[in-house]
């Protein structure tokens, strides 16, 4: 859970440090970029959704 939710923490503005290189990376405005993650944010907090409420797949 906590990987997930520091990866998460990654990309997401205001701190997002991998949000930024990749515009800068790319040279498009964080705005464009954080349109284009939408997606990506939506699984991501669907997946740490799944990890902290169904118990039986973090536990083996």
Same mark, same amino acid.
């Given at each position: 859970?906590m990987? !997930?939710?520091?990866?998460?923490?990654?990309?997401? %503005?205001?701190? #997002?440090?991998t949000? /930024?290189?990749?515009? #800068?990376?790319? $040279?498009? #405005?964080i #705005?464009?970029?954080? $349109?284009?993650?939408? %997606? /990506?944010?939506?699984?991501?907090? /669907? !997946?740490?959704?799944?990890?902290?409420? !169904? %118990?039986?797949?973090?536990?083996?």
């Open positions: 859970m990987v !997930v939710n520091l990866s998460i923490g990654l990309y997401t %503005p205001p701190v #997002g440090t949000l /930024f290189i990749s515009a #800068g990376i790319a $040279r498009v #405005g #705005g464009e970029t954080v $349109r284009a993650l939408v %997606p /990506f944010y939506l699984v991501a907090l /669907f !997946v740490l959704m799944l990890i902290s409420y !169904v %118990p039986a797949l973090t536990i083996y």
